[in-house]
């Protein structure tokens, strides 16, 4: 494993994170204690160190997992949430994003997680409007203060209507910044990579595999089940475009190297991403994540590269 330094936090994160939204439910399973359990107790004896949920993955479901699965060894992990979308049922949310109502956020992620400290808790994409809701980064300040949580952070949604959020990042006293990215998506690099670079703000890129797409293994008769997120789609011609978009980058994939891993990688060459955060549903699938910190394209030099 490869580490790097997650900006004016200073916290060591592994390139290669967990991204956990599938605990929740919402990604076509249902998961087990014992699966979990499985699968970050493997991905730690790899290395990975950092793990991301959020209190809308089912009504806090994948943090009370995520919680029992780390809690014998708690402070080798870097814990990353987030708050603004209380679940309300299957792909449902309602937004909160009053200092009272994260306030309570807080405690009940703190509770689900079995924890006395959130490591980064960040802004769940909402609105500009919802950014700047009167007293809510002064009520999140008051909680660094307190020691509930250590740093905080902003999870940019996929489509931002302005840069707002990431021009202020430093003002409200926010070290990281989640943001989809990957070979498909690309707009980050024109303007919040940039401005991560000059404020020292460290980058996680979700979505890494665009949706499971990049992993290959998709073709234009792919179908999901119900409670499976992909089936949520309005469009099916936006999927077969994804799977077109695919088949034309294929030829960048070096041969023997498998395409999610190649994938992972691509995304820790740029100098301003600290890690990826793919989700996983088996050990199998996080031990073939975990391989791609090995690629060439993972570079020892990187801006972020630390030690430990």
């Known amino acids: 494993m490869k580490y790097r330094r997650l900006g004016r936090t200073g916290m060591k994160a592994s390139v290669v994170g967990i991204g956990t939204w599938q605990f929740g439910g ?38 009370k997992l995520v919680g029992r699965a780390i809690e014998s060894d ?3 992990w870097i814990v990353a949430t987030k708050f603004g979308h209380r679940f309300t049922g299957l792909f ?14 807080l405690e ?7 924890t006395d400290r959130i490591d980064l808790y960040q802004f769940h994409s909402g609105s500009d409007d919802l950014f700047d809701t009167e007293g809510l980064w002064e009520m999140l300040s008051g909680q660094v203060k307190a ?7 902003i999870s940019i949604t996929s489509k931002p209507r302005s840069t707002h959020q990431i021009d202020t990042a430093t003002q409200v006293g926010a070290g990281a910044v989640q943001v989809v990215y990957n070979r498909l998506a690309r707009g980050p690099e024109e303007h919040v990579f940039k401005v991560c670079m000059e404020q020292n703000i460290g980058v996680l890129a979700r979505v890494p595999l665009a949706s499971g797409f990049l992993s290959g293994k998709y073709d234009k008769k ?22 077109d978009q695919v088949e034309q980058i294929r030829p960048e994939v070096p041969e023997g190297v498998p395409m999610a891993q190649w994938a992972l990688a691509w995304c820790l060459r740029h100098p301003a991403v600290t890690c990826v955060i793919p989700g996983c549903k088996t050990v199998q699938q996080a031990e073939s994540n975990v391989a791609a910190a090995l690629l060439d394209m993972v570079r020892d030099d990187h801006p972020q590269a630390v030690r430990v």
């Open 26 to 63: 919402e990604w076509g399973k249902d998961f087990a204690q014992a699966e979990v359990d499985a699968i970050l107790g493997r991905a730690a004896e790899l290395g990975v160190n950092l793990v991301d949920t959020a209190e809308c993955y089912g009504d806090h479901l994948s943090e």
């Open 74 to 76: 708690r402070d080798r």
């Open 92 to 105: 449902a949310r309602e937004d909160v994003y009053d200092p009272d109502g994260v306030q309570r956020q």
């Open 108 to 114: 009940d992620s703190l509770r689900a997680l079995r």
């Open 147 to 153: 020691g509930k949580i250590r740093h905080l952070g």
């Open 222 to 243: 792919a179908s999901f089940n119900a409670n499976d997120v992909r089936a949520t789609w309005k469009d099916p011609a936006e999927r077969e475009a994804l799977i």
